[in-house]
């Protein structure tokens, strides 16, 4: 399993970085770049034909402001892109998703929330594991023990009031 996780800038790592230890927990190789699709554009495509043909799966970028970088990253490839709009501005992020969610029609990026990377990550396994049945059962084993996990903080809250 292959993933690819590109951020626009290195002030951005904080909020890859979970992402990343994720998609590792999993098994899955993640390759990481920091190309911005503005100041690094040239790099950013030489890195896209790369990811294009040695397996990766799927590509989560992360971008904040104008996040130009999920949108450009999906005009170069049809592998799933994930973005992850990212606080950092005046608008606390809501100017990147608004960016990358308003992709025209045909080259469609998934967004999750502002500063979502663990969700990109998620659903990135999600993605892998459509044709991964051993991954499949590993995720469904661990929304069960989320499941636990919240009935037994239930539990406790119930009993603490009761």
Known sequence: MKAAVI?????????????????KQYGVEVKVRCLSAHRAHAALSEFMDEVNNDGTEVVIAAAGMAAALPGVVASQTVLPVI???????????MDALLSIVQ???GIPVATVAINGGK?????????????????RERLKA???????A??????EVIAKFS
Request: glycine share 6%; no cysteine; hydrophobic share 45%.
């Open 142 to 148: 661990d929304r069960k023990a989320m499941e636990e």
């Open 150 to 155: 919240a009935e037994k903080a239930n539990a």
């Open 83 to 93: 973005g992850v709009p990212l606080s950092g501005s005046n608008l606390e992020g």
């Open 103 to 105: 992709m025209p029609p």
């Open 7 to 23: 951020m626009g800038s290195t002030s951005d790592l904080a909020k890859v970085e979970p992402a990343v230890e994720i998609l």
């Open 119 to 135: 969700n990109a990550a998620h659903l990135a396994l999600q993605i892998m594991a459509v044709a991964n049945p051993e991954l």
